[in-house]
Nanobody, 121 residues
Framework: QVQLVESGGGLVQPGGSLRLSCAAS????????MGWYRQLPGKQRELVAI???????NYPDSVKGRFTISRDNAKNMVYLQMNSLKPEDTAVYYC???????????????WGQGTQVTVSY
């Protein structure tokens, strides 16, 4: 059974930082592409970051230079370091896994339950 469990969300002031973590189980982690998506209420899920099985990363312009995705294959973990946070980064953040890089760029096979990030004073 595949499980992706996110943690690290919370309330942070604009300009602050948060680090999200995702613990994966039930998959051969090193072979999977991993990603983070986010969803605002009433809006579609938005891709935040992808890291492929080889460690190559990709970001949309909205977070490039502020967010960093990384992975630890020994621990079956993927991380999202978020710096210079803005109120518009407020969303539920989801961890995603897929064997296909093309597929994870538009969704993905496996999703976590999400963790809330709120950027506000």
């Amino acid at each position: 059974q595949v499980q992706l469990v996110e943690s690290g969300g919370g309330l942070v002031q604009p300009g602050g930082s948060l680090r999200l973590s995702c613990a994966a189980s039930g998959i051969t982690f090193s072979t999977y592409n991993m990603g983070w998506y986010r969803q605002l209420p009433g809006k579609q899920r938005e891709l935040v970051a992808i890291i492929n099985s080889g460690g190559i990363t990709n970001y949309p312009d909205s977070v490039k230079g502020r967010f960093t995705i990384s992975r630890d294959n020994a621990k079956n973990m993927v991380y999202l370091q978020m710096n210079s946070l803005k109120p518009e980064d407020t969303a539920v953040y989801y961890c995603v896994a897929d064997l296909s890089f093309d597929r994870i760029a538009v969704g993905g096979d496996y999703w976590g339950q999400g963790t809330q990030v709120t950027v506000s004073y």
